[in-house]
């Protein structure tokens, strides 16, 4: 989106296809809330959309300061989009800070809003300029509307019982109502979660709902712009839909696979960026016979997970990499109990703390070997905020049907995106079966179904049943303790081919392109916005290109092989330093090209596709700029 000040009169509205918008501040300037409420309404208005909130490291980094800058990033469309953008057509930057973190982002000639009553000598000082760039000419490449938010906002809240920081806080509103107006949105989205948000604090909602409005009309009535801008709805397929994240999705597919499978869900959790949402959405839902548990650490969350498994519950637990590493040892011991335990990993920048609220895909080999002994476990991924809702029940159904473990990998990126969801009709979803263990004399806890190698479901006090699982290796034929080599090698094997298994319920990978060619780019996670989008631009320019995205990492869909077979190169795109294609070239013998970006941020579209011209002889070596 390119802003030319003098191409409309006054109050025209410009028709565009797709618009980015960065709202960026402090990290108490309520930037996310902002972007959230945004999003609320351009969902409702009906464009398609992807979003990307981007959350300081620190807890409390210093006001004003770089590290302590918080952004969202919102696209919205009227075709169907996979991605929020790789740079903001339009820039909100509420200090000097914000604006030095940004500005290198923002397309030229873009549109940037910026908030002068915070450009003083202090927040300059803070964010390392010597002269304000608001007046040094170092902006020009931008179209800039220079207002004083903070100033304004304080008028319109004349007269209400409120300190100054509390006036303050609400400049956020201000900022929005402008941004609405000139993206022609309405306001009575927000204005309805205002009321109903701060119904029980008036002073505050008349604050909030003043300076929205305020904003608002301060657009409609300033001379402050030439355009308005306006991106129609997207059209859809029919059904109902809600504006959805990552983790609420998450959340609500486990409800649902307990609906699906007829038991009550138990979730234990350890709270840890990024993954805590989940544990809040899931104590919402009381009514559908869940109950939460917030554990003292993460290894009394998963052997609370595993005593529910034990007794028959849906068992779920949740953390992020350290997290993951924690649970390790009680990890095996659901896999040689043979437990259905889910645990679910919202995958984040490390190693150690690293950067908490970053994303990051570097999970993946933890989960597939990071536990003493040979011990498989199913590993899936989703790979958008809406199809976490449909891979948490995958997870589980994997996990009653094959009697393992199984690790969820997603990430922060999903987590915290959103995306217009359309809600399923859970009678379209097919239910989830388990097998008990029959009563009978000579029955025990190993015997094995014939298909999948699992084995019963046996639980404490079934009548008629005695059994004993644990960590001790097992006889195959009685379920006993047994030390004998044989009887290991054995009971090791059937536990591996007994997770390979899984693959009979895995549908086969399916490609997005030529069916074969000269460059497959494949992927797995949060990585698939990105790498489908890149694949549409590549065809678009004629060259063959196909995409492929691994929502089963263990096993891998039965025709992987096959797939890759078909293609003259494989580029595997992924935030860590090469997970996939490690496992890719180690299991199919195939020259896998990695791509790696690890920086805490999503890949761009047009950093994939500057490695697709790469790899097709079609330009030079491309470098990441980061």
């Not at 809003?113 to 010597?130: H, M, Q, S």
């Not at 006993?480 to 319920?505: C, F, K, S």
Request: glycine residues 10%; charged residues 20%; proline residues 7%.
């Amino acid at each position: 989106m390119t802003i030319d000040a003098q191409s409309q009169p006054r109050g025209a509205v410009t028709t565009l296809d797709r618009v980015t918008i960065r709202f960026a501040g402090d990290s108490g300037d309520g930037m996310q809330l902002t972007g959230t409420q945004f999003t609320r309404t351009t969902a409702v208005y009906g464009n398609d959309l992807a979003t990307l909130p981007d959350y300081p490291a620190e807890i409390r980094a210093p006001t004003g300061s770089l590290p302590g800058v918080s952004g969202f990033q919102l696209s919205f469309s009227s075709d169907d989009i996979h991605t929020p953008g790789d740079n903001p057509d339009a820039l909100v930057a509420m200090n000097p800070a914000a604006l030095k973190t940004n500005l290198g982002d923002l397309v030229p000639g873009g549109l940037l809003i910026v908030d002068e009553g915070e450009f003083n000598a202090t927040n300059l000082r803070k964010a390392g300029y010597a002269a304000s760039p608001l007046d040094d000419g170092s902006l020009a490449p931008w179209r800039l509307l220079r207002l004083d938010i903070t100033r304004n906002n304080a008028a319109a809240l004349d007269g209400l019982d409120l300190g100054a920081k509390e006036r303050f806080r609400s400049r956020n509103f201000y900022a929005l109502g402008l941004v609405l107006w000139l993206f022609n949105r309405p306001l009575d989205t927000v204005e309805r979660w205002t009321t109903e948000r701060f119904r029980r604090n008036p002073v505050v909602l008349d604050a909030n709902l003043r300076a929205l409005r305020a904003g608002n009309a301060f657009g409609e009535t300033a001379e402050l712009t030439h355009e308005r801008y306006e991106v129609p709805p997207a059209t859809v397929p029919p059904g109902t839909y809600r504006h959805i994240s990552g983790n609420e999705a998450l959340a609500l597919g486990f409800v649902a696979a307990s609906r699906l499978a007829g038991l009550p869900l138990f979730y234990a959790s350890y709270p840890i960026t990024p993954a805590s949402d989940v544990l809040h959405e899931l104590a919402r839902h009381k009514n559908f016979g869940v109950r939460t548990m917030q554990a003292e650490d993460e290894i009394g969350a998963v052997c609370a997970a595993i005593g529910a498994a034990y007794g028959g519950h849906m068992a779920l637990t949740g953390t992020s990499g350290p997290g993951l590493a924690l649970k390790s040892e009680a990890l095996n011991l659901a896999v040689m109990a043979e437990l259905p335990l889910v645990v679910l990993d919202v995958q984040r920048a490390g190693p150690s703390t690293g950067m908490p609220t970053k994303t990051e895909q570097s999970d993946l080999l933890q989960a597939m070997y990071g536990r003493n002994g040979d011990s498989p476990v199913a590993i899936i991924a989703p790979a958008t905020p809406g199809d976490c809702f449909g891979m948490a029940i995958e997870a589980f159904r994997i996990a009653l049907t094959s009697m393992v473990p199984v690790i969820i990998l997603s990430d922060g990126y999903l987590a915290n995106g959103s995306e217009p969801w359309r809600i399923p009709d859970l009678a379209d979803i097919p239910p989830i079966e388990r097998r008990y263990a029959a009563p009978g004399v000579d029955a025990h806890a190993y015997e094995r179904d014939a298909e999948t190698l699992a084995r019963p479901w046996a639980i404490p006090g079934q009548p008629g049943f005695e059994h004993r699982v644990g960590g001790l290796e097992k006889s195959y034929e009685t379920g006993d303790i047994n030390y004998d080599p044989a009887n290991h090698h054995r009971m090791t094997l059937t536990r591996a081919e007994r997770v390979a298994r899984a693959v009979a319920g895995v549908p086969d990978l399916e490609t997005v392109g030529p069916p074969a060619g000269d460059l497959l780019l494949l992927g797995w996670g949060g990585t698939y916005g990105a790498i489908a989008s890149a694949g549409e631009r590549a065809r678009a320019q004629g060259k063959s290109v196909a995409t492929a995205h691994l929502r089963h990492l263990n096993p891998f869909p039965a025709n992987l092989g096959e797939v890759l077979s078909r293609y003259d190169k494989v580029l595997i795109p992924e935030l860590n330093n090469g997970q996939l294609s490690v496992l890719v070239r180690a299991r199919y013998l195939v020259d896998a090209i990695p791509f790696n970006k690890i920086a805490g941020q999503p890949f761009k579209i047009a950093e994939i596709s500057g490695k697709i011209d790469e790899v097709l002889g079609l330009s030079g070596p491309y470098e990441l700029e980061l």
